[in-house]
């Protein structure tokens, strides 16, 4: 049987409907249908369906721990099937042949259109290709490479600038002057060597070295005598300035000098030493703290004989959700003071340190008539407790704002009285607890 049937053969057997069910348990009717219909797409996760879970088995009457392991389990059964998906890759076939050696990028055969002739020198010696260069012909001289013949007007540029020139082959003379027939003289492309025609390239370069000497030297002085003078003017001014104030000085003091020596005082006056003004030191105005949201730590049940007698223990945690899936709830009695079985229930807050606290809003349910009193301590014992604040007759979102900040650790919402539930009992819950106050 699952999780679902097994919800609904207990809620029959407890004779409520649907609708009962979810004004008890304050879950949506919707929610209840999807769950005892095994749907659980619109619970939200896991972790709230055992939390439906578990306040629909707790107003049933069943084990809410055997449903959350039932369902446990399905949840697993549900992963393994999962497990195997239509997209899992296809085997390769055993009759998968491999591609054949030859591929498509191969280098294509020597086109018939080139003769037998070098298909046959091209199959004898591969190294023979179509890039090769072409020969040289054996008379190298007629090629398009070579120097053209020199003009007897730049032979003597050419000799300035370090070359050797000779006559032409089948030239009659040896010198430099004018060919004969259609000899004239050409270049070769020799480099210059230590020998002749090298006196004009090492005048070159001793004058381009001399000049770059001159032009650093030149330099050199230029700065310094820019320095120099700068430095100079610098004195020249502050001397000048100087003098003009001795200047200035000797004038105004010679009047004086003079008009003393004329006028002779009938007695020395004492100077009095005059009070020295004591500065008035600034006071500055003492800044308090801002006021934030302090962060809660934990969340407990606290009952009249401390932590271990609270009502819902296992559900306090829900009031530091943003959004929890349950509220924290009391538990039902026949009456507003609990039955007269204790004298109250709370739900104890503890802070993430010491702090100054100035207000704390609390969202229960929208049932008018609950009294509530909020605590403050440091410590954990009942008697610890002292009343910062108070609400009487109340519901729904609840204010409190300390009229004396407190310094504490831990909070007590304490419950006095219940409100009805709409179900001919008496239960409050919590559904999220907000405190601020200053670090």
Same mark, same amino acid.
């Given at each position: ?34 769950? /005892?219909?095994?749907?659980? /797409? ?27 392991? #039932? ?15 239509? &997209? ?16 498509? &990028? ?21 190294? #023979? ?26 032979? /003597? ?112 006056? $004492? ?78 807050? $503890? ?6 606290? $100035? ?13 509530? #009193? ?53 239960? /409050? ?11």
């Amino acid at each position: 049987m699952t999780v679902g049937e097994s919800l609904t053969q207990a809620r029959k057997k407890a004779g409520l409907t649907i609708d009962e069910l979810s004004e008890r348990t304050k879950i949506r009717a919707t929610v209840i249908r999807s769950i /005892e219909a095994d749907d659980y /797409e619109a619970c939200g996760g896991d972790l709230y369906v055992r939390g439906y879970v578990r306040a629909i088995a707790g107003a049933i009457g069943v084990d809410a721990q055997g449903l959350i392991r #039932e369902y446990d389990k399905e949840r697993v059964q549900a992963i393994r099937d999962a497990d195997a998906t239509m &997209f899992d890759l296809p085997a390769v076939a055993a009759s998968f042949d491999p591609p054949p050696a030859a591929a498509s &990028f191969d280098l294509p055969a020597v086109a018939a259109s080139y003769g037998s002739d070098a298909v046959s020198a091209v199959s004898q010696d591969p190294d #023979e290709t179509r890039f090769d260069l072409p020969p040289v012909r054996e008379d190298f001289a007629a090629t398009r490479f070579d120097i053209p013949p020199i003009r007897a007007d730049q032979v /003597e540029d050419l000799m300035a600038a370090g070359y050797e020139v000779q006559p032409a082959a089948g030239g009659a003379g040896a010198g430099l002057g004018s060919p004969s027939g259609n000899a004239r003289p050409q270049a070769y492309a020799a480099a210059p060597g230590p020998g002749s025609g090298t006196g004009h390239g090492r005048r070159r370069l001793l004058t381009g070295v001399v000049a770059v000497v001159v032009l650093v030297v030149a330099g050199v002085v230029g700065v310094r005598l820019a320095s120099g003078s700068t430095t100079a003017n610098s004195a020249a001014d502050s001397t000048a300035a100087q003098a003009s104030a001795s200047a200035k000085a000797s004038k105004s003091a010679s009047p004086a000098t003079s008009a003393a020596a004329d006028t002779k005082p009938a007695a020395k006056a $004492t100077p009095k030493p005059s009070a020295t003004a004591q500065p008035t030191p600034t006071l500055r105005p003492h800044v308090s703290p801002p006021v934030t949201l302090l962060p809660l730590a934990a969340a407990e049940a606290f009952g009249p004989g401390g932590l271990g007698d609270g009502d819902n223990p296992s559900g306090a945690a829900y009031v530091l959700a943003s959004k929890p899936p349950l509220p924290w709830s009391t538990n039902w009695y026949a009456s507003a003071k609990f039955g007269m079985l204790k004298s109250g229930t709370g739900l104890l807050l $503890t802070l993430d340190h010491q702090a100054t606290i $100035t207000s704390v809003r609390i969202d229960l349910t929208g049932y008018q008539g609950v009294n509530l #009193e909020l605590k403050v301590a440091d410590g954990t014992a009942p008697q610890d407790f002292k009343v910062v604040a108070a609400a009487d007759n109340t519901g729904g979102t609840v204010r409190l704002t300390l009229s004396h900040p407190a310094s504490a650790r831990y909070l007590l919402i304490w419950f006095t009285q219940l409100p009805p539930n709409g179900a001919g009992q008496y239960q /409050e819950s919590v559904y999220h607890v907000l405190v601020n106050g200053r670090r």
